[in-house]
């Protein structure tokens, strides 16, 4: 037998079930038929012979099966409702239990007393209290299980969230990419004209643009319209020196460092329209591929080496040739210029050998007398004549620089000058054909000036002299005299008309 008020520890279920037996046995009075005879039994007798209990060893019952618990349950349940609950009670052994014949019979009383409604009483409310304690264990079990359903259903939503992110990244990332892809393919119109036109092939470091004066290592694929590529090296120039193609020049003003571009541009801002023979047809279209390759500061010509400023200077002076050669009359100017600053002494100073000074001055003189070439070409007679007093100033036999002084003068109409200049160059290189001939236009261009000369001033004197020839008799040797005088003045302002229509051309 159980001890009373103890519950076996069989876990949840089967403490229950104890529990409610344990209320069973607290109901009194319950009857049973023992031999024929009513006596008193404890509840534990109304098992019936089906549910099979027995004590094990250790004095508690086996479990006892589902119908049996029903039994009991149903059958303690009726008897509170029938008020069943005042009956005497006799134990039983647990020897007897198997056999006993186990019946309830109910008790005729008619008392009533308010103990047995407060031992009801007493009875529901633990029986409520066991049904409460059932309904907590399964309730919180559902939330248990509520709570895993809403913790898988977080999961769910998390990973759809993190999928739905990685996604919206990806879609953020290719956009840029595309962003970047329509950035680069984008074509800047330089000078808004659409003759130079530049993209950007692979970015180069931002905000490294090299300014005017920076010494920039370029490396340069050129090609024609028709894909065949005519030049592919690497330049080192000052950038706005006109060192190089003004393609060139005003691009890479516009190129970061590592910058890789490709350019389009016109032939005036490329060779021109006259083209370089033998490769680069007249007004020929050019394609550039440019990159960036290094950008260091411009050199300070007072600091440099004679050495290093010879050799800019000579490099300057080959442009300027290269230029002229294309009839770029004004980019030559310009070269010559800046080949020029490298290669002047400046009043002396200059520390070397006597044979790299001395190279220095020829380039100097050279750039001075190629300047001047370059001057009359565009009709700059004054700046012409500054440049060749400059190379006569030190040379005064040189003979190109008397060829284009004489030119000069005849451009200025001042024949006689001219003639004599080259008559002095002729006495210097007689063998020169280009003397010669200047020479035998400029005496033509004298003769014939000194025909027109003396044919304006024949119409002139011989209107004079007709005039002089019939003096009117009733005048006086006054009105011969005032005659005279007027021809003199008509003779002078032809002088001046004529000395206009020669030197003012």
Known sequence: ????????????????????????????????????????????????????????????????????????????????????????????????????????????????????????????????QEKDSEYQQLNGTQKV?????????????????????????????????????????????????????????????????????????????????????????????????????????????????????????????????HGREPDIPADADVHFTLELLDVQPGPDVDKLPTIERLAYGEKKRERGNELFGRKDFSGAINSYSKAIKFVDAGGGGLDGEASVLQQMLDCKLKCYNNMAASQLKIGAIEAAMRSLHEVLGVQPDNIKALYRLGKVYSSKGQTEQAVAILKKALKLDPESKLLHRELSWLTKQQQREAETEKSLYKRMMGDISVTAKKPNKKQGGGVLKWTLLAGGAIAAAASVLFAYYKYGH
């Not at 024929?36 to 027995?54: C, F, H, Q, R, Y």
């Not at 998390?158 to 393919?185: G, P, R």
């Open 1 to 128: 037998m159980v001890p009373a008020g103890s519950i076996p520890t069989l876990g949840t279920t089967h403490g229950v079930f104890w529990r409610r037996m344990l209320l069973i046995a607290k109901v009194p009075k319950v009857m049973s038929q023992e031999n024929g005879k009513s006596v008193e039994a404890s509840p534990l007798t109304l098992l019936t012979d089906s549910d099979n209990i027995e004590v094990g060893s250790d004095d508690r019952p086996s479990i006892p099966s589902l119908s049996a618990r029903n039994v009991i349950e149903d059958s303690s349940i009726d008897s509170l409702k029938n008020g069943i609950t005042d009956m005497p009670v006799t134990e039983t052994s647990a020897e007897n239990m198997d056999a006993a014949n186990v019946s309830v019979v109910p008790k005729s009383s008619t008392s009533g007393s308010g103990q047995d409604v407060s031992r009801e009483n007493h009875l529901s409310a633990e029986i409520k």
């Open 145 to 273: 299980e509520n709570n895993c359903d809403k913790s898988e259903t977080c999961v769910e939503e998390t990973e759809s969230i993190s999928s739905h992110l990685a996604a919206s990244v990806q879609e953020i990332e290719e956009c840029s990419s595309n962003l970047d892809e329509a950035k680069n393919d984008e074509w800047m119109d330089i000078l808004g004209n659409g003759q130079l036109k530049k993209k950007v092939l692979n970015q180069g470091r931002e905000n490294s643009r090299p300014t005017q004066g920076s010494l920039v290592t370029v490396k340069v694929q050129s090609f024609l319209e028709n894909g065949i590529c005519f030049q592919d090296n690497t330049e080192t120039f000052i950038l706005g020196d006109g060192d190089t193609l003004s393609a060139i020049d005003l691009t890479v003003a516009l190129m970061n460092f590592g910058e890789k571009a490709e350019v389009t541009s016109s032939s005036r801002f490329a060779y021109g329209k």
